[in-house]
């Protein structure tokens, strides 16, 4: 049984070289494999650890979600950092004021977002992920002294009228909507043979 979501990225080893993602990018469709994505969230946690952003930190999402974001997600997940996700199209008022409730140490971010954000706040453009991460070592990172009770992420309404309230969700949370999931799953996964893969939308 899960305790807490970092099994999942386990999960992802198992058929590596199957195709996690797809998106059209311009003209092309670009694929990440499970191993990619695994592989890439190791690479962040390693990222984040030279940044200096540890248990306990929050780090900004303001972007559209694309595999990079998924992988991002993950190497937060595996440093204990806790992810605050914003809408793409947030307004950049909306993001300041959250950053100013959150005090995150890092914002990743779409290409042409900046805003009205903290100038001095260390800055990922989403899109170079992989390029940053490069030199990182895509090898398993321990993930240590995470467990159920944990905050994975601090969930903002997108509203207009007043201060931004942040709803506070952990690994435990989480689960209990994901777990009868599986369990229901479950029973149909000896069919799921004749229509591999399964492509959802």
Known sequence: MRTTLLSFIDDLGARGAETAFARKVG????????QRIRATAFQFARELEALGIAKGDRVLFWAANTPEWVAAFFGC????????PLDSQSVPGFVA??????????????????GDVD?????????ELS?????????????KDIDEN????????????????????????????????????????????????IRLL
């Open 77 to 84: 997940l595996i440093r204990g950092v806790i992810v605050v």
């Open 27 to 34: 003209l092309r469709v670009v694929r990440w494999s499970r």
């Open 97 to 114: 004021r959250v950053a100013e409730q959150t005090e995150p140490k890092l914002l990743l971010h779409r290409g042409d977002h900046s």
């Open 119 to 127: 100038a001095h706040l260390h800055r990922i453009r989403l899109e």
């Open 131 to 143: 390029e940053i991460v490069a030199n990182r070592s895509a090898d398993a990172y321990p993930a």
């Open 150 to 197: 944990d905050l994975v992420e601090i969930i903002y309404t997108s509203g207009t009228t007043g201060e931004p309230k942040g709803v506070c969700i952990t690994h435990r949370n989480l689960l209990a909507n994901i777990t009868p999931l599986e369990q229901y799953v479950e029973k149909y996964i000896k069919w799921e043979r004749f229509v591999h893969p």
